[in-house]
């Protein structure tokens, strides 16, 4: 298995590897029904972090996220069972991560904030369907159950 990279921008990847529980709840706060799975593992080029996510009511997903060391930029491919496929530009600032899109059928974007502890990220999508104003779209956090070792 190929070393974990010295590259900064990829060891900012680390904090996501784990087993972690979802959490969403529509705008008004309400708590959707049940809880769902990510997991977020390195893929075996250690080049990559892969996520996949099962939440009840919603379609199960698997994103790839990496990042351009030379330009220091990440992005994340999206893909889940309805077919959709998108690709998000990401950013990592301190405990801040953050996914934009633009672009068919809508822009949207996610915030979230991890927690000090690291074990809880707090977040947000938005969705701006008239394609400039955003709004609420659901809130969601994730909070870590296992954290693998490198």
């Given at each position: ?12 990847l ?6 972690w ?9 309400q ?45 994340q ?74």
């Amino acid at each position: 298995m190929p070393q974990p990279s010295q590259d900064p921008g990829l060891q900012a990847l680390e904090r996501f590897v784990g087993a972690w529980t979802i959490e969403a709840a529509g705008p008004d706060g309400q708590p959707w029904p049940g809880t769902g799975t990510a997991t977020f593992e390195w893929h075996p080029s250690r080049a990559h972090v892969v996520q996949t996510t099962a939440t009840p009511g919603a379609p199960r997903s698997v994103s790839i996220m990496g990042c351009d060391p030379a330009q220091g930029t990440y992005v994340q491919l999206y893909s889940d069972d309805r077919g959709v496929c998108r690709i998000y530009d990401m950013r990592l600032d301190g405990d801040e991560w953050s996914l934009e899109r633009v672009g068919e059928p809508f822009p949207q974007r996610f915030t979230g904030a991890f927690s000090a502890d690291g074990h809880t990220i707090s977040g947000r999508w938005e969705k701006a369907e008239d394609g400039t104003t955003f709004t609420l779209d659901f809130f969601l956090t994730y909070r870590r159950e296992v954290a693998w070792a490198r």
